[in-house]
């Protein structure tokens, strides 16, 4: 410290009160503080660079299972919604707010779609359900709106849901619309809708005769729905950034079928550049893909297999980079969402022993690792600032009505409260 910087912390240390010893004392401390911060600062500019610098390095490389902490035990088991352990709660959508989510809710007050206060265990009445037990619902969100298709079954047609609803809700005003609908499914082969919801717009495929069907897209604010692309869509279209929408399609050539990638302005129905990261990617599932508009995950078959049996998860940073393998299953099926730097997937496996068996596991793409966080078929969502787990029923080869009844814990962890997720000790 100079000899005008002393004289300076001198005269602005406070009143001249007589007491230069106190004086000296705070100019001391302060000076001390200032070291201490700076030694702070250096040290986390040193760690993120050092973070930085190893997932660059092991670009390429797969990503390692490192083991689960005490930490993550312990907060996956504080977090339990306590509506969840006197009603039942299937999660649907994580809500962008850190907060709360999308459910189907089933209690002796209320039975029906809803968004729940995960901290508070208040909800917000969307939709009432008048059969739950003949009901099933599959849901996403995107900031503002929140969509879901409603599938209902009858008497006859067994575990199958022969007809179907889809609707959007907007979180702003609270308007609840049907934007699609089809009250014969089971007759016309169509058992449910494939979506992706994003900047305002929903895009689903539906079947409409032999191997064709139409991508319709809907505008969430006015509800106009329109088909902007028709012919074989085999898997999920997916939203871009943009209003692109991603979609599989099925060609038939001489030397057999093919899947090819085509993307669709959602808003004007025009062909457009399909991105960088995904092109040349081939062998998709009706599971394939998943974006959260910045990051990018592709699930891929292994050579000579179908992803039913044994497949790779790619990973990339940007729309813009060549994906890499991060994760490889030889046998089962694994399915795959992100979220910033994070990435939740699972795996099914079946062992004569051991039986049918999934594995939820979360990534980090800092430390290129990832944990278990759950052995059950009970579901996980991640949003992009909330991880929802939910524990399935104890109940051996239970019907869908058991299922959609059942009490059992569901965990709500913000993003905020996520443990470290470690580099390998290996590594």
Partial sequence: MSDDSIRHAILSAGPDDGDWTDVLRRVTRTHHRRQVYGAVLLSALVIVGAASAYALTHRGHPWCKAPTSEAWKKVLASHVVDLSRRASVTPLAVADDGRSFYAELVSKSYSGIVRIDARTSHFLKIQRIPRPDMFQADGSADGRWFVWVGMWRDKTSGPDYPKWEMWSWDSQTGRLREIAAEPNAALDGDWQPTFSVGDGYAVWSQWVSGMDSDLHAVNLSTGRDRVVYHGSVQATPLLLPGHAALLNELIWEAAGKTVKLVAVNAVTGKRVAVPRTMRGLRGSSATSFATDGRAFIYLAPLPGHSLYSAGSLLWSPSLATKPWRIF??????????????????????????????????????????????????????????????????ALKEPSPAEIATAVTDVTFLPVKSFPAIRFCPSQ
């Fill in 328 to 393: 490889t299953l030889r046998r089962g099926m694994i399915g795959a969402e992100l979220a910033g730097r994070y990435v939740l997937f699972s795996t099914d496996t079946y062992g004569e022993k051991t039986g049918a068996r999934r594995t939820t596991y979360l990534g980090d793409a800092i430390t290129s690792s990832y944990v278990k966080i759950s052995s059950s078929f009970g579901g996980a969502l991640l949003g992009n600032k909330a991880l929802v787990l939910k524990e399935p029923p």
